[in-house]
């Protein structure tokens, strides 16, 4: 094992996994720990950055900012023992290419910022050459393990507590309808609205309490995942006693009669603090509506149950192996210290990243899809060129084939997708203008 306190840099760009690298290296006091913001289009503003670390040690002192052209000589001037990379498969897959050229080499530790069930394709093949990949539960442990074995990557996986499901008082009392909007589900127009009216209707049932839209970004700023239409213009018309919030999650929760969401990690938090939940399952239950972990839960409900606010508390059973197990199972920090161990003793190889089919114009293609107008390189401009069109045939064959079969995004049955991702985010995203940060 190490001896001393070990140096510790999360690179991030989104909103969510800011949020979960500052909890997660928050409850690893024992280290000293630095944020790293790389500038993308997803990099959160001044804003998002406050309600990302709040609840945490870290302040804005606490955090970089860089160019990702700066990054390799950053960290090689800061020579951290490890390094978080907190952000989607592409950003992660961006940064390790980054540490390739960093000496000395840190231990590479990637992760996603919340409920992983179904374990996703994309999630393993973009991360398959960290040192150790964090999960958050025995059911995504298991589903993991499982996935990683089909797709032939040698991936380790420690088991961590998921940051914000630790327990924790909160005031009695509270009175709100808490809605966690999310951006991927549900995915239609009309099924969006029918929630917006959802909402509508809990909230003139009972007009002496509030009903509180709890949204991750206002207008003009990014978040992980493409919002395609905003609660805010679906309930532009709305009773008086429905509000719309921005504060962190933690804060909102404080106020809570209980939490409403399709699938948002809220969930865990909320069930952390005591809040009763409805996982509402108005549209399904299924891998597309990402909310097939709530299975045996018993907090699924429909509209008339969220309008009657008849919340209820999960099964204990569940909870064990979902995000609530003895946080004595979570070993995750020994492996950390492991692997810095090995590296330090020259018993761990670097798992670099290898030269895939498309060679130079690939890695162009990647930085391009990530960084956007932050890239300005020529290679970049001619990757993009190139790539569109064969992105596009691609992405037909893939519709052509279809998403059936065992272990796919149809196969309700299983925790994996062996599968490519079900839906497609814009190639491309704009930086806001005038945002700060």
Do not use: C
Request: hydrophobic letters at 45%; charged letters at 25%.
């Amino acid at each position: 094992m190490t001896t001393g306190r070990l140096r510790v840099v999360a690179v991030a760009d989104a909103d969510s996994f800011v949020k979960w690298a500052a909890a997660l290296l928050d409850s690893v006091p024992q280290a000293d720990s630095r944020i790293v913001l790389v500038r993308t289009p997803l990099t959160v503003s001044a804003a998002q950055e406050e309600s990302a670390l709040d609840g945490t040690r870290f302040g804005a002192g606490d955090v970089t900012r860089l160019p990702h052209g700066a990054l390799a000589g950053w960290l090689t001037r800061e020579r951290p023992d490890v390094v978080v990379i907190a952000g989607r498969g592409p950003f992660a897959r961006l940064v390790m290419r980054e540490i390739d050229r960093v000496h000395p080499r840190p231990v590479v530790v990637t992760g996603l910022p919340g409920i992983s069930i179904p374990a996703q394709r994309g999630a393993v093949t973009y991360r398959r050459e960290s040192d150790l990949f964090l999960v958050h539960s025995h059911r995504e442990e298991r589903a993991f393990r499982d996935l990683a074995r089909r797709l032939d990557a040698d991936l380790r996986i420690g088991l961590a507590s998921l940051p914000f499901a630790a327990p924790r008082p909160r005031p009695a009392g509270g009175t709100d309808l808490v809605f966690a909007a999310q951006a991927l589900v549900p995915l239609t127009s009309a099924d969006r609205r029918e929630v917006a009216a959802v909402l509508r209707d809990a909230a003139l049932a009972h007009p002496d309490r509030r009903v509180v839209v709890k949204l991750r970004s206002r207008a003009g700023e990014n978040e992980t995942h493409v919002d395609r239409e905003s609660y805010e213009g679906l309930l532009a018309d709305r009773p008086a006693n429905l509000v719309f919030s921005y504060q962190p999650m933690r804060a909102a929760l404080a106020s809570a009669e209980g939490l409403v969401t399709v699938s948002s990690t809220a969930a865990v938090e909320a069930i952390a603090l005591g809040v009763p939940v409805i996982a509402l399952d108005t549209f399904g239950v299924s891998k597309e509506n990402l909310n097939t972990v709530f299975r045996g839960s018993g907090l699924f409900g429909d509209a008339a149950a969220v309008i009657a606010r008849r919340f209820r508390h999960p099964a204990p059973g569940w909870l064990t192996q979902n995000y609530f197990h003895d946080p004595a199972d979570a070993t995750w920090w020994d492996d950390v210290e492991d692997l810095v161990t090995q590296r330090r003793l020259g018993l761990l190889s670097a798992r670099e990243q290898p030269v895939r089919r498309g060679g130079a114009l690939r890695v162009a293609w990647e930085r391009r899809i990530v960084l956007g107008g932050e890239d300005r390189s020529l290679s970049g401009i001619v990757a993009l060129a190139v790539g569109m069109p064969l992105r596009a045939a691609i992405l037909v064959r893939r519709r052509l084939r279809g998403n059936r079969g065992a272990h796919s995004w149809a196969d309700a049955a299983s925790d994996i997708t062996v599968t490519p991702a079900l839906r497609q985010e814009p190639l491309l995203r704009r930086r806001p203008v005038g945002v700060d940060g």
